[in-house]
């Protein structure tokens, strides 16, 4: 599944991880980063999503962005 955050600061090759799993980048700008979270990941709430911005060393995290929602059937 892939997630689109947006912000920024992020640099064109930011390292991205929730809850501390590192999940594969898409594509990147300074404002908006692709990811692709992987089959099987498992996320407990609150989820912490860190960015780290490998140029600048600068990171952030925040953990009030994401909720676990169950989708419903079709």
Avoid: K, M
Avoid at 34 to 48: F, H, K, M, Y
Avoid at 54 to 67: H, P
């Amino acid at each position: 599944q892939e997630v689109t955050i947006f912000g920024s600061n992020f640099g064109t090759n930011p390292i991205v991880t929730f809850n501390g799993t590192p999940v594969q980048v898409a594509s990147a700008t300074n404002t908006t980063i692709d990811v692709l979270l992987p089959v099987g990941l498992t996320l407990t709430e609150p989820i912490a999503l860190s960015v780290t911005n490998q140029a600048t060393g600068n990171s952030a995290s925040r953990s009030d962005l994401f909720a676990i929602v169950q989708n419903a059937p079709l």
